[in-house]
Antibody
C-alpha cells in the first residue's frame, strides 16, 4: 500500500524559495506509469493543482505557476520535490502531494498535507 | 474565482439523496471524461470519491455516484449519512493539459 508524506519548512520569507519533499513508501517513484503530483489549498479555500513529474522525469505545470515552479524526482531517496520561487503571502497554503495513474483522473493516494506560511 | 462552478452549499436529511453540480466549459468538463470528485472533512486531506466521471476507487461506498451531461458534471449521494457531512470538490482535466477545481460545496446533513 503506497503512502505519501510531505515535509519541509513551515515558514518561508517573502521573495525566497519554498522547498518541499514528498517521501513515498510502499512503492517506487521510478517504477510503473505514474505521475507524482503537488497540490495546494490556501486556508479556508479551494484546491489548486501545481504540477506533476512523470516517472520518466518529464514535467507538467499549472500555467499560472509555471514560471516559478520546479518539480523533480529523487529516485535514490524514493522522493519527489517541489520548489516554488519568489513566494509571496498568496503562496501561504496547505501543500499536498499525491500520485496519479498514467491515464485518467485517478489521483490517489494523497499525503496528509503540510502547512507553509509565507511571512517575514 | 474558480474555473469550475459549484453551489456553495447543499443540505439533506439522513436517508435522502442529494446531487452536487459542477459546471465548466467545452475546454474542460465538456471535452474530457476526466472528472473527479473529492470529499474533505475539516483538517483532513482530500479523499477521492469518483474518478473518470463515474468510477469509484476501491473502498468508496456505492452510495456515491457520478455523471456528466455536456459541460456539467454531477455527484449524487444516496442514503445520506451523518458521516457524509463534508466539503466536496470537483476537478477536471483541461485543454491546456492542466487540472482545474471547483470552489467546493459544503454538504450539511440535517
Amino acid at each position: 500500500q503506497v503512502q505519501l508524506q510531505e515535509s519541509g519548512p513551515g515558514l518561508v520569507k517573502p521573495s525566497e524559495t519554498l522547498s518541499l519533499t514528498c517521501s513515498v513508501s510502499g512503492g517506487s517513484v521510478s517504477s510503473g506509469s505514474y505521475y507524482w503530483s503537488w497540490f495546494r489549498q490556501p486556508p479556508g479555500k479551494g484546491l489548486e493543482w501545481i504540477g506533476y513529474v512523470y516517472y520518466s522525469g518529464s514535467t507538467h505545470y499549472n500555467p499560472s505557476l509555471k514560471s516559478r515552479v520546479k518539480i523533480s524526482l529523487d529516485t535514490p531517496k524514493n522522493q519527489f520535490s517541489l520548489n516554488l520561487k519568489y513566494v509571496t503571502a498568496a503562496d501561504t497554503a496547505l501543500y499536498y502531494c499525491a500520485r496519479k495513474a498514467d491515464y485518467g483522473s485517478l489521483f490517489e493516494p494523497w499525503g496528509q498535507g503540510t502547512l507553509v506560511t509565507v511571512s517575514s | 474565482q474558480s474555473a469550475l462552478t459549484q453551489p456553495a452549499s447543499v443540505s439533506g436529511s439522513p436517508g435522502q439523496s442529494i446531487t452536487i453540480s459542477c459546471t465548466g466549459t467545452s475546454s474542460d468538463i465538456g471535452g474530457y471524461n476526466y472528472v473527479s470528485w473529492y470529499q474533505q472533512h475539516p483538517g483532513k486531506a482530500p479523499k477521492l470519491m469518483i474518478y473518470d466521471v463515474t468510477n469509484r476507487p476501491s473502498g468508496v461506498s456505492n452510495r456515491f455516484s457520478g455523471s456528466k451531461s455536456g459541460n456539467t458534471a454531477s455527484l449524487t449521494i444516496s442514503g445520506l449519512q451523518a458521516e457524509d457531512e463534508a466539503d466536496y470538490f470537483c476537478s477536471s482535466h483541461t485543454s491546456s493539459s492542466s487540472w482545474v477545481f471547483g470552489g467546493g460545496t459544503k454538504l450539511t446533513v440535517l
